[in-house]
């Protein structure tokens, strides 16, 4: 039993529609979520928004407190907003978790909303190709996000003498989860190993399909307290355990170039907080958004050799059924790349496994999951594990 | 190269030494005089020892490539016209890693472990960026 838990959760498909204003997908995961939650939506006492990357208007409405007010909830005690990139959901769930173990809130929402398909395409490469990288020290070179995580998988696949075969085989995997998943922007839009090393190339070695495909989308969260959720909820999904750790902001001083030190940090503290080894986690959700990193947790982790993380996935491990099921939500490469809110999908998905609603990408059996989020370009690792 | 039209680097005054020397073709490195540490980028402070006793270094302007990409898409309009270009870690042989990119002879088939040397080389207007091509040893 955790001090906190998921009592609710909604989600819209992730889908390039820019008839999809933010305020259809805000009215639809807020209400969906405290209808999911089952409670009164004067029950909510915090509103907690994930920060919407590249839309400075959104971020205004969200961080000045439109949302609470829009939907007339009468009790809110506070509103924030919190932008740590791709890593901010969990920093949201953390921040929940503090205002209610202090004593502050009993129900905090974490809502998301990102509308990206109704920017001028040219803005958001330059957005995305430069809101990471250092504008003094990367950007002139011609170094984008894509490049960055490239140079990654580049010495990646040197060092571990890793084939490009053996990498792409991890966006086929994630595929593999995504054409099942009828909220991912891939749905039933499997890619082969050999459909991905034929599709058009961004950054050596790194295909268009094993980049981030930006898209619309959202989600909410119903974040509880340990006696809120007993008594108003049948099927809570407990935080068990936390850990985190800071790798850089900028990729090219950072010692930890394959995370795989982040990673082993923030993991082995969560199983230590959750009194889990690593071999009682059911499910690993690896947020990375890019495949090297499905390959670096597994061998930070001891899920396999040091080295061996593309061929381990090569060899169809983690796909449904296998021993160890990853990222069963396909990551940002298998659903889709919601601005910062893919690690909102990757939460929602963790609640659906453990409370067994993730229809055909369902791990029989779900009990223990670990997650893991990074923001910017890969500047943190932070790891949480759910349990029912 | 003559066609270049990079964005330019956004200069702090911590960094200005580097660039103007690297507009008089010379390769500097940020130095601790407290700790004896190299330092890459610039700062106002050491990240080691926070002192502020900083100086400079001028560097051999060799290295080697710890990694490379070629980038075909996916970049700002800026660099439209240089596409294919070739990304690169380069690490300095004072100890620092940059990024940059490899130029010149043989840069299309440039690899981990290949040793490089810088070259000024005019990116926008009359501005030097420090790129670097292979060099053999």
């Keep these: ?78 509103n924030v907003i ?20 202090s004593g502050m809130c009993e129900v905090v929402l974490v809502p998301h909303i990102t509308v990206q398909s109704d920017i001028p395409a040219e803005d958001l490469i330059t957005f995305f190709a430069k809101a990471p990288m250092h504008q003094e020290w990367e950007f002139p070179f011609g170094m984008t996000f894509n490049g960055a995580m490239a140079l990654i998988t580049q010495r990646y696949m040197h060092e571990t003498n890793s084939t490009e075969e053996e990498v792409a085989s991890i966006t086929h995997a994630l595929r593999d989860w995504g054409a099942r998943d009828p909220y991912s922007l891939f ?25 981030n495909m930006l898209a ?36 090219i001083v950072r010692e930890d170039i394959f995370w795989r030190e982040g990673y082993r940090k923030s993991c082995g503290e969560a199983l230590a907080q959750a009194n889990l080894s690593v071999e009682d986690i059911d499910i690993h959700e690896i947020y990375g958004a890019y495949p090297f990193t499905q390959a670096s947790y597994l061998e930070a982790n001891g899920i ?54 993730a229809g055909e990408n369902q791990v029989e059996g779900a009990e223990k999951v670990m997650m893991v989020t990074s923001g910017g370009s890969g500047m943190n690792t932070l790891a949480t594990i759910w349990g029912k | 190269m003559s066609d270049m039209k990079r964005p330019l680097p956004a200069i702090s005054p911590e960094s200005k030494p580097f660039w103007d020397a690297v507009q008089q073709d010379k390769l500097l490195v940020q130095h601790c005089n407290s700790c004896d540490t190299n330092i890459f980028y610039p700062r106002r402070i050491c990240p080691e020892c926070w002192s502020k006793d900083l100086g400079w270094v001028e560097a051999k302007g060799t290295g080697t490539i ?19 270009i070739h990304v690169a870690y380069i690490d300095l042989d004072e100890g620092i ?6 130029v010149g002879v043989g840069a299309e088939s440039a690899k981990i472990g290949d040793r490089v040397e810088v070259e000024f080389v005019k990116a926008n207007g009359d501005f030097k960026l420090p790129l670097f091509h292979l060099i053999e040893e």
Excluded at chain 1, 84 to 98: D, W
Excluded at chain 1, 225 to 249: I, M, R, T
Excluded at chain 1, 311 to 316: F, K, L, Q, S
């Design chain 1, 304 to 357: 396999c050799e040091p080295g061996e993380g593309a061929r381990y996935h090569a060899a169809g491990h983690t796909k449904l059924g296998g021993k160890t099921p990853c990222t069963t939500i396909g990551d940002a490469t298998g659903r889709g790349h919601t601005g910062s809110g893919v690690s909102m999908a990757f939460y929602c998905q963790v609640a659906r496994q453990l409370r067994g609603e």
């Design chain 2, 97 to 102: 890693r940059m990024a940059s990119n490899v």
């Design chain 1, 216 to 251: 619309d989308g959202g989600g909410c969260l119903v974040i509880a307290s340990e006696e809120y959720a007993k008594k108003h909820c049948k099927n809570p999904v407990w935080k068990l355990g936390h850990g985190s750790d800071f790798l850089g902001g900028t990729p």
């Design chain 1, 82 to 101: 919190c932008n740590a990139g791709g890593a901010s959901t969990t920093n949201c769930v953390r921040m929940a978790e503090q205002w209610i173990t």
């Design chain 2, 66 to 84: 710890y990694s490379i990409t070629t980038t075909y898409l996916g970049t700002t309009s800026e660099f439209t016209k240089e596409l294919p």
């Design chain 1, 1 to 78: 039993m955790g001090k906190i838990a998921i009592i609710g959760y909604h989600e819209v498909p992730t889908q390039i529609n820019p008839e999809r204003t933010r305020w259809d997908i805000a009215e639809e995961v807020i209400i969906g979520a405290v209808k999911n939650a089952g409670i009164d939506k004067d029950d909510v006492q915090g509103f907690i928004n994930v920060a919407p990357q590249a839309q400075p208007d959104l971020i205004s409405q969200t961080a000045f407190g439109l949302l609470p007010e829009h939907f007339g909830f009468k009790n809110v005690k506070d």
């Design chain 1, 187 to 211: 749905h039933n839009k499997p890619k082969s190993t050999e459909d991905v090393m034929g599709a058009r190339m961004i950054s050596t070695p790194l295909k268009s399909v094993e980049c």
